[in-house]
T-cell receptor
Framework: GAGVSQSPSNKVTEKGKDVELRCDPISGHTALYWYRQSLGQGLEFLIYFQGNSAPDKSGLPSDRFSAERTGGSVSTLTIQRTQQEDSAVYLC????????????FGPGTRLLVL | QKEVEQDPGPLSVPEGAIVSLNCTYSNSAFQYFMWYRQYSRKGPELLMYTYSSGNKEDGRFTAQVDKSSKYISLFIRDSQPSDSATYLCAMEANAGNMLTFGGGTRLMVKP
């Protein structure tokens, strides 16, 4: 079956603009994670959705970042008033139930803020 | 200081060599340890995971955890050019929490 998909694959934007990044998890996976990977850095946790529970937003770096998950499936990560330091690869992962199961990662969205 | 430290490399080895990749960590609560492989412009994929201390072998790969030293390793035997990638260690205290990743080590296996 299809894996985790993300769109767009690349996004170039100007400082101060808003961007939306999309994640389509594997069908049936109830848990969804967003991470950020800066050049040469490991993955930085951003936000975690599990079923209908309130999301764990503890990793969001500022109030310019928000995410939602509609219908327990597709998720959108929104960055408002983008800054140059937001340039990174944004990765989405999903698992069956949010336990120790394998997190399946999408290919990521490469965001460049000029 | 980062919670999980990993030498960024790059580590360059000839084909057939044994590769040793390592991470150190500071949080003694970590119990679950994973190694991910990430090819260029791809998302990470899980290679191995272990719980608590000990060794785990899967084909050419062996994962080793020493909780007393807060040190984990991934060994790759008979390395192949196709093993060239970035290897990320990750760990968590309780199943279902978010993972804490190392910065990744870039490995290059030359034919």
């Amino acid at each position: 079956g299809a894996g985790v998909s993300q769109s767009p694959s690349n996004k170039v934007t100007e400082k101060g603009k808003d961007v939306e990044l999309r994640c389509d998890p594997i069908s049936g996976h109830t848990a969804l994670y967003w991470y950020r990977q800066s050049l040469g850095q490991g993955l930085e946790f951003l936000i975690y959705f599990q079923g209908n529970s309130a999301p764990d937003k503890s990793g969001l770096p500022s109030d310019r970042f928000s995410a939602e998950r509609t219908g327990g499936s597709v998720s959108t990560l929104t960055i408002q008033r983008t800054q140059q330091e937001d340039s990174a690869v944004y990765l989405c992962a999903s698992t069956v139930a949010g336990g120790l199961e394998t997190q399946y990662f999408g290919p990521g969205t490469r965001l460049l803020v000029l | 200081q980062k919670e999980v430290e990993q030498d960024p490399g790059p580590l360059s080895v000839p084909e057939g060599a044994i590769v040793s990749l390592n991470c150190t960590y500071s949080n003694s609560a970590f119990q679950y340890f994973m190694w991910y492989r990430q090819y260029s412009r791809k998302g990470p994929e899980l290679l191995m995971y272990t719980y608590s201390s000990g060794n785990k072998e899967d084909g050419r790969f062996t994962a080793q955890v020493d909780k007393s030293s807060k040190y984990i390793s991934l060994f790759i035997r008979d390395s192949q050019p196709s093993d060239s990638a970035t290897y990320l260690c990750a760990m968590e205290a309780n199943a279902g929490n978010m993972l804490t990743f190392g910065g990744g080590t870039r490995l290059m296996v030359k034919p």
